[in-house]
């Protein structure tokens, strides 16, 4: 931040909560920095990783998306999804330009910089690695399963996450990155399957503890059913701490306005419910807390929003 030159921020994450931080952020003068899974083994994403052998692209694409600037039409056409009953059944159009990109460069974090140059992305976005990997579960009841997308839907309560084949190496620029910033932020997001596939490759959890930057996780509104079920925020920070250790974390960020009935009722369908936030514990594992009206209605769904967010967060830089 001396010299003139822009904050860094760095946002670690996946999912749908990663691009809800970073269409706000994208606005402010900062240099950005999205570093995303590649753990996604569902749908067009694990189709492609299978049949091509590529890191998965779908949380890349949808980054990619929400740091793009370029004409709305453009944009829907990388986001364009093929309806189901043909060849491309499923596929997601980014998905096969970023699949394209990586056979034509030969390699993924490359194809990456090349879709983003097109794009005209603002930030830098790197894959937390440059591997194919599988993201597993070992649950309290001893039993295991493989795949992302199969975890959640096993029904029980979640004890590790690890991945495989090991060893797997992070990419050195999402290292330097993290080295390197003012702020990291740990985006809102599936914790077990879109959060903590970043956070437990190797050496990430040494980067977050040595960096100069406060590492600020911003807890989820909403549990999570088959991944967060009753959790509360000290529950996801324990889970994040029981994986890469004490010490990773400096602060909190939690919405502190009630949840509207009409909403909680919808998601209690879901087996779901707001996250309670038990400040006096969190206090206790020695984690700032930053709380603020941090979230919008859509749709009578409950989201983080992308302007409230991006200026809470602003606003911890202004404090350093």
Known sequence: MT?????????????????????????LPIDLTALVTVADDGGSSGRLRSEMAIPA?????????ALSDVEPMLLELFQHRFSVGNGLSGHSMGNLLLAAMTSITGDFFTGIKEISRVLNVKGEIYPISNQNM???????????????????LAGKRIERVYLSPEPVKPLP?????????????????????????????????????ETKAKVVYVCNV??????????????????ITDH?????????????????????????EENAE????????????????????????????????????ATLLYSILEQK
């Open 274 to 309: 707001p996250v309670v936030y038990d400040t006096l514990k969190l206090l206790n594992m020695g984690l700032e807390i930053i709380e603020g009206d941090i979230i919008s209605y859509s749709n009578s769904t409950v989201r983080h929003d992308n302007n409230k967010i």
């Open 57 to 65: 692209p779908g949380d890349i694409r949808n980054v990619i998306a």
């Open 134 to 152: 599988t993201l597993n579960a070992r649950f309290t009841d001893g039993t295991t399963i493989s795949g992302e997308s199969n975890i959640p």
């Open 222 to 239: 909403m549990t999570q059913a088959g991944e967060t079920t009753g959790y509360k925020a000290s529950d996801h920070v324990q889970a």
């Open 3 to 27: 010299n003139g030159k822009h904050p860094r921020i760095v946002v670690m994450g996946g999912g749908t909560g990663m691009p809800v931080l970073l269409r706000g952020l994208k606005n």
């Open 173 to 209: 620029n999402a290292i330097h990155a993290i080295q390197k910033a003012d702020l990291v932020v740990i985006s809102p997001g599936s914790l077990y399957t879109s959060i903590m596939p970043n956070l437990i490759i190797p050496k990430i959890d040494i980067a977050l503890k």
């Open 244 to 268: 890469i250790g004490s010490g990773c974390l400096d602060a909190v960020v939690v919405h502190n306005e009630p949840i509207k009935k009409a909403v909680r009722d919808i998601y209690a």
